[in-house]
């Protein structure tokens, strides 16, 4: 079992900056993949980028340039650092955790209840 919760959404203006994170508690972090995904209103939750076990990184096609995933052992934390914000990106932004990379909710088993990230024209 691991718990996961999120912090740093906000509301911010186009073009600019936020820091999610996201703190674990139980199971070894390291023992873990994690990713973000995304919930915009009417929409299905999309991934957004996930990190290894050994700090290799994937994203998604629309974030790629824009946002950086990375992990900190020593915290059990996990952060998402997100630049050039676009009104499109605005959404409830979700930490999860897995056993293997996978690029769908189905792949991950633990989640966090999510922050809100909502970016203004």
């Known amino acids: 079992q691991v718990q996961l919760v999120e912090s740093g959404g906000g509301l911010v203006q186009a073009g600019g900056s936020l820091r999610l994170s996201c703190a674990a508690s139980?199971?070894?972090?390291?023992?873990?993949?994690m990713g973000w995904f995304r919930q915009a209103p009417g929409k299905e939750r999309e991934f957004v980028a996930a990190i290894g076990m050994k700090g290799n990184t994937y994203y998604a096609d629309s974030v790629e340039g824009r946002f950086t995933i990375s992990r900190d052992s020593a915290k059990s934390t996990l952060y998402l650092q997100m630049n050039s914000l676009k009104p499109e990106d605005t959404a409830v932004y979700y930490c999860a955790a897995g056993d293997a990379l996978g690029y769908t909710s189905n792949d991950y088993n633990y989640w966090g209840q999510g922050t809100q990230v909502t970016v203004s024209s």
């Open positions: 139980g199971r070894t972090f390291g023992g873990f993949v």
